[in-house]
């Protein structure tokens, strides 16, 4: 008798709550559309018959397989190499010119461009020395951060390991690594302008003010306005610079992550000149 | 199985009884939504998602936790006490499938402190111990994202 007792005092108080724990059924969510009032709304989207999220614009499918078609065909041969391809040689009937005219698919890869190894290096022989200009690489890579300073190094003259290069240490946080982002550690996002790190400008596409730009050994890199917030910001504010469209001689020129660049007045901190931004300590190295 | 349960008595079944409403209750807490907009304008809104960072991820589930979008890489800094993130890496756990998401911009502000937070330069508030977010995927989809935060694990 106290077993049921309890059993119905626990079916009150379960029912309820499992009632508002699941307002869809189960279903895990509800769909615009349908007696709309005011504002019309978009039509709801399919949902996953599973359940779940409704991204499969945004997965990837797997591809069905085709059948082995064409697998088997000598180069040169024309129609006769492959003359009972059904469709496709309904559908393509000069197979012989074609391959008359392309005969070694295959191998024009190789023969047409043989050297394509060797083509890298010739046409960009001096990585090291361009990357002496373009300074900022240095933090988007730990790979190459080794092999662009030793060539920086040696390029420049700079013999052992800091020699002629001031280090201007941040004059807020003096600290170990992120100290300036609360011991979080910060790495670039693709697809914005300096990783994202002067602000969530997104490349080639930012409505941000441009602030000018920088020329160095052939390349010229837009400056955009710093956004309010960012850690750009932070990294300015720290510093007590103030951004000033780039170009003039006599700037704080600072390059950041992912060959951005932005410019400042000189102050009691920063005198003037180019510097290599270390996003880990917002530090200042000159280049 | 149930009935073995209320073979307890007195203070034991009152303490079970009172364990299954807690557990109950924590469920309910699930109060996160997702509105996702397909590039072709359809739209789903998802209620009651649980929300939970783990190990430096962001996990969105879904209430019939048949799928989870994970945001496993972003950069991330701070605005004022608020966390900006800029994600970069995203999966969709569902269906048995481990399938990678391109987010190609987009912010997920996490308020991890017990007041709410204001957005700069917006009167917008993020609630204490919440989470903003609004991502674009590669495939033009639109997901945003509100909630208080279920779980945290460090």
Known sequence: ?287 | MLGRSFSFRGLAGAALVAAIVSSTAIAARAEGTVRIQQAAGGVNVYDNVKIQILHQTLNVTTADGKGTLIIYRAACSYQGEIMACLPTGATLVQGGDVSPIKIVSGTVYVNMTSGAQTLSLSTMQVPAHSVVMAIKTGKGTYITMNGTIDKVAK
Do not use: E, K
């Open chain 1, 1 to 287: 008798m106290r077993n049921i007792a309890i059993l119905l005092t626990l079916a009150i108080l379960v029912a309820p709550a499992s009632a508002m724990a699941r307002p869809g059924g189960g279903g895990g969510g509800r769909d615009f559309g349908g007696g709309g009032r005011g504002m019309a709304r978009p039509a709801p989207a399919a949902r996953p018959s599973g359940g779940g999220f409704n991204l499969s614009n945004d997965v990837r499918r797997p591809q069905p397989q085709r059948p082995p078609q064409n697998v088997q065909r000598p180069n040169n041969g024309g129609n006769f190499n492959r003359p009972n391809n059904g469709n496709n040689n309904v559908n393509r009937p000069n197979n012989g010119n074609n391959n008359g005219n392309r005969p070694n698919n295959g191998n024009n890869n190789n023969g047409n461009r043989p050297n394509n190894g060797n083509n890298n290096n010739g046409n960009r022989p001096n990585n090291g020395n361009n990357n002496v200009n373009r300074p900022n690489n240095g933090n988007n890579n730990n790979g190459n951060r080794n092999n662009i300073n030793n060539g920086n190094r040696n390029n420049v003259n700079i013999s052992g390991n800091t020699v002629n290069r001031t280090v201007v240490n941040n004059p807020v946080y003096t600290g170990g690594a992120w100290g300036w982002n609360h011991g979080v550690a910060w790495a670039p996002a693709p697809y914005y302008w300096g990783g994202g790190f002067w602000g969530a400008m997104a490349i080639s596409a930012t409505s941000a003010a441009i602030y000018g730009s920088i020329v160095a050994n052939g390349h010229s890199y837009t400056s955009y306005q710093v956004q309010p917030s960012s850690p750009g910001a932070t990294f300015l504010t720290n510093y007590s610079l103030t951004q000033v469209q780039c170009g003039p001689s006599g700037l704080v020129v600072v390059y950041g992550p992912q060959n951005s660049v932005i410019c400042a007045n000189p102050n009691n901190y920063v005198a003037a000149g180019t510097y290599q931004l270390n996003t880990d300590t917002l530090t200042l190295s000159s280049i």
